[in-house]
């Protein structure tokens, strides 16, 4: 096994800095605006046009495309992609195996996982998961969600903490929703599943069968009050 001395290791690190900052700099050159250069990982092969930003802490591996006006938030990962004009990715964002179209966002705390596809001004907001899907373009999902395995056609809304529920335990099932639906928050979509076009399903519901279009669905039950209730008994009175 080859062992390098401690100067041997820094002069290695040190010339790789060198390349990577020189490719860095050829990106700056070219009206790419970069925060901190030496804050910025190209590991792979970045295209990237002018007026492009990008902020501290960015790591770039694979083959990744951006194009005019793209904005890369902070601490974001980009693994081979491409992201359309004007869109942004704001912080501690990954974008992988993904197509994202224009004047969309991502974020922060998005994940865009490998096989999506997003048109334009698509809203994919914080903390929100998209696996495998098709998102056409004006879809809205802003807060807490998991998308897998689905296909959204434009002008769908996704509420707050809604999943695609599309594993059944032995195979992956899709979700489609159709132009205009409106999914409350909350609400649990169970593959195979259509839910046809300008549906409304309501909060909270869970969702098993076909959704009716033009219509709201309710998938939830009825709110139940006990007169007297107590609450649960504590440990030390259940064992005197």
């Known amino acids: ?86 869109t942004i990715i704001n912080p501690f964002s990954l974008v992988e195996g993904a197509v994202i179209g224009e004047q969309s966002f991502v974020g922060p705390y998005g994940r865009v996982r490998p096989g999506s596809r997003v048109g334009d001004q698509v809203q994919i907001g914080n903390f929100v998961e998209v696996k495998n899907a098709n998102i056409a373009s004006y879809c809205r999902i802003n807060h807490l969600s998991f998308v897998g395995d689905a296909d959204l056609a434009e002008h769908v809304t996704m509420g707050a903490g809604t999943i695609t529920c599309n594993h059944d335990g032995v195979g992956i099932n899709r979700t489609t929703i159709e132009e205009g639906a409106y999914i409350g928050s909350g609400c649990e979509l169970v593959a195979p599943l259509r839910v046809n076009r300008n549906a409304t399903v309501a909060s909270g519901s869970t969702i098993t069968e076909d959704v009716a279009g033009e219509a709201l669905t309710v998938a939830r039950a009825r709110q139940v ?4 209730w107590q609450g649960p008994k504590s440990r030390k009175e259940t064992n005197t």
Not at 53 to 58: K, P, Q
Request: net charge negative; with cysteine; aromatic share 2%.
């Open 1 to 86: 096994m080859n062992q390098y001395s401690i100067s041997e290791v820094k002069r290695l690190a040190e010339s790789e800095r060198e390349q990577l900052l020189e490719r860095v700099y050829q990106l700056m050159r070219n009206g790419v605006v970069v925060r901190d250069p030496h804050r910025l990982d190209i590991r792979g092969e970045l295209i990237c046009v002018r007026g492009v930003e990008l902020d501290i802490n960015v790591i770039v591996e694979g083959n990744v495309v951006l194009d005019e006006g793209v904005k890369i938030g902070a601490n974001s990962i980009l693994i081979d992609c491409k992201i359309g004009r004007g």
């Open 225 to 228: 009050t006990v007169e007297g």
